[in-house]
């Protein structure tokens, strides 16, 4: 039905905000729990919300944690598809005009629990990408573990591998320029993997084109799994609080 939703979810910023507006940006669901989902907003902060009531929570957002590290709003959340022997499905990347993607380990609101002093938790990334322009999305590949792609500002589209490096892309590509592109226009501002295989990959740009564009890698092996679980476990262990 498109006349009208099918659920509607008033979302308000938690105390101790100063506004109770909360300005979406961006969505995610994990693969495994359809109950709940993340949230960006305009000002920085991701936000956990129950999609229904439940014992001890409300439906809407999850007032005991939020995620704070982007100092611009969220362009983009996707939680880490789960097709492998080992679980990474509480891996988040998002994006965002502060010229970064971070990573995240997510927890599902039901599993948090207060702060001793009853204070809200802000959990922090645990691991960041800086780059040269605005970062409009980013996405995990479906297949290999370690993969993602971002697209920028400046009309790049970046593929990523942790497992290999985690200070710069292991390869980039542009669409081919158009006559009359401004530096607007050529803005790359979505990406999308191809499901079955990942083997190619979709751009869309503000002006209004996608490019598809083919992406030489090998098949997943197993020993990548355990490869991202023990960097990010590396990782974890270096943010302050943890």
Known sequence: MLAQPQELLELATPVPSKTDDLSPTCMAFPHSDPTYFLVGTEEGT????????RAGAKAGVEPRISYKGHAGPVMSVDFHPVRGPVDLGDLVLSSSL?????????????ATTAAANGTPQAAAPIMEFSREDVVYDAAWSPTKP???GLVDGAGQLEIW???MDTE????????????GATHLTKSLNKIAWEEHDGKRVAVGGLDGMVTVFEVAMDPPRNEEWASVKRLVGRAEG????K
């Open 46 to 53: 991701i936000y956990p919300c129950h999609r229904y009531d």
């Open 146 to 148: 370690g993969v993602f």
């Open 98 to 110: 502060d010229w970064s993607v971070k990573l995240w380990k997510a927890r599902p609101p039901a």
């Open 161 to 163: 591998d942790i497992t």
């Open 238 to 241: 270096a943010v302050p609080g």
């Open 168 to 179: 710069v892309p292991i390869a980039k590509a542009s669409p081919s320029s158009r006559v």
